[in-house]
């Protein structure tokens, strides 16, 4: 597989320790939003999504948390493991269109 | 993983050659993406397909173009290759309709000297 070597925010959190990713959208039309996970060599995988009529949605280990009056989004990732060490992405999308937008990304750093 | 492929998966070519880079799906799904990925940009949308013959822009598509004759490819074509265009490509699929989740291949590095 292929990576880049990404200058990017990093967030360093202890393993066991709950990870906050934080990301901020631009497109006020944007009503549908997906975060993704990508390790190192991969292309990009699904972790979860949330609709713009909820502000809150949870899944295995984690939670998608949506503000609009700020235009922010948050992934939480509990109980923080090694395999989770990877770059996460948010990703906007609006009914208007079919394109999927990413944001630049964070890296996820495991503290042992 | 989603039955899709990407070819070439590495390439170096000179300035001013064309390239073209081949998505391959074996799971007919409706949508099929060109990103590209480069160090403080993250993924960028280069072109999009809604369909056979149904296609348009994204976010970086000046100097790429696109063709998809059948459900199964999307090829990008870089008519003119300059060294911006040195990047990581990837190709994603998806359903559409109520779900955004795409499927990426694993990528093609094009070096352009």
């Known amino acids: 597989g292929e990576s880049v070597g990404l200058h990017l925010p990093t967030l360093s959190v202890q393993e066991g320790d709950n990870s906050i990713i934080n990301c901020a959208y631009s497109n006020s039309a944007s009503d549908y939003f997906i975060w993704y996970k990508q390790e190192s060599g991969k292309g990009p995988q699904f972790i979860i999504d949330?609709?713009?009529?909820?502000d809150k949605r949870q899944g295995q280990r984690v939670t998608v948390l949506l503000n609009k009056t700020v235009k922010h989004l948050s992934l939480q990732i509990a109980a923080t493991q090694p395999g989770d060490s990877a770059v996460y992405f948010c990703a906007e999308n609006s009914n208007r269109d079919d394109k999927i937008i990413f944001g630049k990304g964070t890296r996820l750093h495991i503290l042992p | 993983d989603a039955g899709i492929t990407q070819s070439p998966r590495h390439k170096v070519t000179e300035t001013g050659t064309p390239v073209t880079l081949r998505c391959h799906q074996t799971?007919?799904?409706?949508?099929m993406y060109w990103y590209r990925q480069d160090p403080g940009h993250g993924l960028r949308l280069i072109h999009y397909s809604y369909g056979v013959k149904d296609t348009d822009k994204g976010e970086v598509s000046d100097g790429y173009s696109v063709s998809r004759s059948k459900t199964e490819d999307f090829l990008l074509t870089l008519e003119s290759a300059t060294s911006s265009q040195t990047s990581v490509y990837f190709c994603?699929?998806?359903?559409?309709?109520?779900?955004?989740?795409?499927?990426f291949g694993e990528g093609s590095r094009l070096t352009v000297l």
């Open positions: 994603a699929i998806g359903p559409g309709g109520d779900t955004g989740e795409l499927f």
């Open positions: 799971e007919n799904h409706r949508y």
């Open positions: 949330i609709r713009s009529n909820m």
